[in-house]
T-cell receptor, first 112, second 112 residues
């Protein structure tokens, strides 16, 4: 079952902040975040393991709330280069034969 | 360090034919995953191979199959092609299941 991402799309001005959420109905082991620009391959941003940790580099950070089975990606003081589609991918607790299950993506447009 | 290489970049086939796609992972990466990307469904996991063994499998029909060779290169085969198989097929390599995945540029398959 796919995780649910929200919002589906967001338009910001350069310098504004954005939050992208990823929710699952199943117990999560880890959450992976990727960004894909049009016509390009997805690129890795970060992985969060269960334990409620928060990670980040530069002005992009993320949190993982294990109790709520939810992760949020925070983009602070957005830059034009942040434009693209953001995907969360989830691995579920309990093992099993599932690979990384991606949400449908959040389209982020940064305007000058 | 060379990235993930997928060949061919574009393919046009007709219904009923079969197709084989190739993926060369980053040197040292033993895990190779395949994904189907379409505008409606997003990124969907097909299968993952690790050390020549299929370790995980997504919810796709048996027409979709794959294999991995001793040098970690992987191939994906789709038999009896259907119009709905038109998509971008992405391959990603990593050091393991819960490690960052490095995506290739994909093979765009069009079925006429």
């Amino acid at each position: 079952q796919q995780p649910v991402q929200s919002p589906q799309a967001v338009i910001l001005r350069e310098g504004e902040d954005a939050v992208i959420n990823c929710s699952s109905s199943k117990a999560l082991y880890s959450v992976h975040w990727y960004r894909q620009k049009h016509g390009e391959a997805p690129i890795f941003l970060m992985i969060l393991l269960k334990g409620g940790e928060q990670k980040g580099h530069d002005k992009i950070s993320a949190s993982f709330n294990e109790k709520k089975q939810q992760s949020s990606l925070y983009l602070t003081a957005s830059q034009l280069s942040y434009s693209g589609t953001y995907f969360c991918g989830t691995l579920y607790s309990g093992g099993g034969a599932d690979g990384l299950t991606f949400g449908k993506g959040t389209h982020l447009i940064i305007q000058p | 360090k060379a990235g993930v290489t997928q060949t061919p970049r574009y393919l046009i086939k007709t219904r009923g034919q079969q197709v084989t796609l190739s993926c060369s992972p980053i040197s040292g990466h033993r895990s190779v995953s395949w994904y189907q990307q379409t505008p409606g469904q997003g990124l969907q996991f097909l299968f993952e191979y690790f050390s020549e063994t299929q370790r995980n499998k997504g919810n796709f029909p048996g027409r979709f199959s794959g294999r991995q060779f001793s040098n970690s290169r992987s191939e994906m085969n789709v038999s009896t092609l259907e119009l709905g198989d038109s998509a971008l097929y992405l391959c990603a390599s990593s050091l393991g299941r819960n490690q960052p995945q490095h995506f290739g540029d994909g093979t765009r398959l069009s079925i006429l």
